[in-house]
């Protein structure tokens, strides 16, 4: 599993908040870390530090979530955006995202676009029904689901 550190944009939303929390809770080896007035060289600095490879951000427009984003961060500093981003169409988060749910420590990736989110995660990706954690990612929704409990589900698509 490759660690993820997982952000919002400098003034999350309510929604945008929860996406990052509910990455947090299903990616194993992840850390939300709400990035606040730091900028993107801070975030890959803070990354590095932690040695994390990617990073996750969930971004916003006009207090809406609007793009999550995976970036691959080299050992020598330099990084890159990986393809493809995931536009948010509509989100829904499951009530109040669960204070003291601890993160999980398997993942399940599946759907039609199950190949496209693990290479952006690059998780080993178990079929176990079993798994702590699972993210349905279909063509236009994307859900996460721990234990048999759903905890988010986004409408989206996915850009070249």
Not at 120 to 133: C, F, T, Y
């Amino acid at each position: 599993m490759i660690p993820v550190l997982i952000t919002t944009g400098k003034n999350p939303s309510r929604v945008s908040r929860a996406i990052a929390l509910a990455f947090g809770i299903a990616v194993p080896e992840s850390r939300v870390e709400f990035r606040g007035k730091r900028t993107l060289s801070s975030l890959i600095t803070r990354a590095q530090k932690l040695h994390f490879t990617r990073l996750c951000a969930i971004h916003s427009e006009s207090g809406k979530p609007s793009h999550i984003r995976f970036m691959e961060i080299a050992d020598d500093g330099e990084w890159g955006w990986l393809s493809p981003a995931i536009s948010i169409t509509s989100a829904k988060p499951a009530g109040r995202m669960p204070k003291k749910t601890a993160q999980s420590s398997r993942l399940s990736i599946s759907g039609a676009k199950a190949k496209v989110l693990s290479r952006l995660l690059s998780p080993r990706n178990s079929q176990d029904e079993e798994a702590g954690s699972k993210i349905t990612a279909g063509a236009r929704a994307l859900s996460i689901s721990v234990g048999k409990k759903k905890i988010l589900s986004l409408g989206v698509s996915y850009e070249k």
